[in-house]
């Protein structure tokens, strides 16, 4: 019939993200914190304090060992996710929450020995998928030591 058009159909409402238990911060899929991008220790430390469950125990024991094995390493918050680097290298890790587990990025991880076990289509990332209760502190600082001192991503 000329002169009518149809009707377009309702948009669903969308679900509400979950809250962290206090109700202060958005967790994303799989529980990943949402902070806002930002540069230093801070918003890493907001991050880390909002990993849900084991997974925020799993934060500081990452951002302790990567303090440790780091002299003056830098810090930031991008895409809800922290990144660690070195001035004047760029940023060499990155950690993300997933469901079952705290997924960290060796950005130049290809370079590092022994491999880490994760590998996708950047040929030169890998990642250490880490579960609850099975954390090698040993072997992750030692690849955290052989990453710092390679050349890393510039996220400007």
């Known amino acids: 019939m000329p002169g009518k058009t149809a009707k377009k159909p309702k948009k669903a409402a969308k679900k509400p993200l979950p809250r ?3 109700g202060k911060v958005v967790l994303l899929s799989g529980g990943n ?11 890493v430390q907001k991050y880390i304090k909002y990993m849900p469950g084991w997974k925020s125990d799993v934060g500081r024991r990452l ?9 003056n390493v830098q ?12 001035e004047g290298m760029g940023w060499f890790l ?3 929450v997933m469901t079952r587990y705290v997924k960290v990025t060796f950005f130049q991880g290809a370079a590092l020995q022994p491999l880490p076990p994760g590998s ?11 579960y609850e209760d099975a954390f090698d502190e040993k072997q992750f600082a030692e ?11 510039d996220l400007r």
């Open 94 to 96: 990155n950690v993300h």
């Open 120 to 130: 996708g289509k950047d040929p030169d990332a890998r990642w250490y998928d880490i």
């Open 20 to 22: 962290s238990a206090d």
């Open 143 to 153: 690849w955290v030591r052989q990453a710092a001192a390679l050349p890393g991503w």
């Open 63 to 71: 951002d302790a060992v990567i303090e440790r094995e780091v002299p």
């Open 75 to 86: 810090k930031c918050v991008r895409w809800n996710s922290p990144f660690y680097g070195v």
């Open 33 to 43: 914190p949402q902070i806002a991008k930002a540069d230093g220790d801070a918003p």
